[in-house]
């Protein structure tokens, strides 16, 4: 494990002056980008994402469709300059574990078996990255899916959560992740209270996991209700 | 359909081969089977068979960690396992070498910082390969109790300027014995040791890495349906009770 140079916690605030169940500033804006069905722009104090939804449309070739119910297809890919050393264009395997998990953290939301034979394409780009970039990926897909008017059981709230200098945390930046004793990103449905995407790296006790996952649905609802203010909104100016 | 009837061969709490909700097929662990590795196991959870390698080198070490050595894990399903796999790097492969890797990292299996040659300059690099030969489920505990063994049976080469092979200096350093455990989940019922046909209808799979000391090292939630609070505590009380049995096949 890597050792921070400074503690990451001085008398009870982080590096960054938050609390330990404390989330970072979030800005969520829909349909940023026109040319997709659905698009929505997430950030998480420097952490920044943009996703876009394509279809529901038919999918091609025609042998991979599922005569039963929409194909989820999901890519989640971190762009070369949004960490400090440039990384190299296109996927690693990284990011094809995550667009992986994202997809599975999705999908269960989505009223597939209401379009047979079609696919749903959705992209997310990390624009810039100091932290939680799947969860705040899937707040993106989530918010980009609902924009594009695809039918869906609940939205997808994402979090993080973790240990740092011996603290239970919530939504890590990019050096506490770093420097983390755990790190548990955490997707869930918040009217549903269902958990579609659990990760867990580091070393923890049955106990703390379950404080993180209780620490993190009930912030989540900071989150959801941010979600769902960035959805009216659009309406708003409609209106 | 047959998915239909393991379905609900799981809800009468019954398994396609007749085993209980929370047993584990017979398990076999080699090691030392590979003579050109330094370390390796054959690991069998039924007929599902993994073969882990472990090839040590020496290489620079990573700017952020200059004092430690470095772990790289990698999985190869290879079409000879398994009719559902294609050459080629896939999906699955490298969830599962991610899966397997945060269990041997976050459990710190290996004392990586015994692991420096020269700081900043030269350091040892473990390269654990996971070669699946027959898939017949459950490939996480297997490739994560094969990679645990495979480094139990490592051995340190000499190194004088170059890497001496066939020589040894004494044993790769091991710190603990993380291990993975897989839960199925099917409606209410949760299972252990999910058979290939058990996970292909699993609505939800859990892998859950414990320690000997029953700390938590690596989660990975699979599979599309969510799962609640209370079937992630039932699950890691599964996984911390079946990580012991597990252990006892390591010597």
Not at chain 1, 117 to 129: C, E, F, H
Not at chain 2, 68 to 93: K, R, Y
Not at chain 2, 142 to 157: E, F, V, W, Y
Request: glycine share 6%; net charge negative.
């Amino acid at each position: 494990m890597k050792k921070p140079e400074e503690p990451l916690i001085k008398n009870g605030k982080r590096l960054d002056g938050r609390k330990p169940d404390e989330i970072r500033e979030i800005e969520m804006k829909v349909g940023v980008i026109s040319s997709a069905d659905g698009s929505a722009y997430v950030r998480f104090g420097k952490t920044i994402v943009v996703a876009s939804v394509h279809g529901p449309r038919i999918l091609h070739p025609r042998h991979l469709q599922d005569l039963e119910k929409a194909i989820v297809n999901c890519r989640y890919l971190m762009v070369p300059f949004s960490v400090e050393e440039r990384t190299k264009p296109g996927p690693d395997r990284r990011s094809i574990e995550i667009s992986k998990v994202m997809r599975l953290a999705l999908e269960p939301v989505i009223f597939v078996e209401n379009f047979p034979r079609s696919v749903i394409d959705i992209y997310v780009d990390v624009l810039q990255a100091d932290g939680s970039t799947r969860v705040t990926s899937i707040n993106a897909a989530s918010l980009a899916l609902a924009d594009a008017g695809i039918p869906m059981r609940d939205l997808v709230v994402g979090l993080s959560g973790g240990k740092i200098d011996g603290t239970l945390v919530l939504d890590l930046n990019g050096k506490e992740d770093n420097y983390s004793e755990a790190d548990v990103p955490i997707a869930f449905m918040p009217n549903k209270e269902k958990i579609t995407l659990l990760q867990m790296d580091g070393e923890l006790t049955k106990k703390e996991v379950k404080e993180i996952i209780k620490m993190v649905m009930k912030a989540g609802k900071i989150v959801y209700e941010k979600q769902k203010e960035a959805l009216l909104k659009k309406y708003e100016e409609v209106i | 359909m047959f998915a239909n009837y393991i379905i609900e061969l799981i809800k009468e709490e019954k398994r396609v081969d007749n085993r209980s909700l929370d047993e584990i097929r017979e398990i076999k662990v080699e090691t030392g089977i590979i003579e050109r590795a330094e370390g390796s196991a054959r690991v069998k959870f039924g007929d599902t068979e993994v073969i882990v390698g472990v090839k040590l080198d020496v290489g620079e070490p990573f700017p952020d960690t200059p004092d430690q050595g470095i772990l790289i894990t990698s999985a190869e399903l290879s079409p000879v396992a398994s009719p559902d796999f294609e050459p080629g790097i896939s999906e699955n492969a490298i969830e599962l070498a991610r899966v397997v890797d945060r269990c041997i990292r976050g459990g710190r299996a290996i004392d990586l910082d015994k692991l420096c040659i020269e700081e900043g300059e030269k350091v040892w690099m473990v390269f654990v390969d996971i070669q699946v030969v027959n898939h017949r489920g459950n490939l996480m505990d297997a490739s994560a109790l094969g990679a645990i063994a495979a480094l139990m049976n490592t051995r340190l080469p000499k190194y004088e300027e170059r890497v001496i092979r066939g020589e040894y200096k004494g044993k790769l350093p091991i710190l603990h014995k993380p291990l993975l455990v897989t839960i199925g989940k099917i409606g209410d019922k949760l299972f252990v040791d999910p058979y290939i046909d058990e996970e292909k209808v699993a609505e939800a799979m859990i892998s859950i890495g414990v320690r000997e000391d029953d700390m938590v090292c690596a989660i990975q939630k699979q599979g599309s349906a969510p799962l609640t609070l209370n079937e992630i505590d039932r699950a890691l009380d599964i996984a911390i009770r079946k990580s012991k049995e597990l252990r006892k096949h390591l010597k």
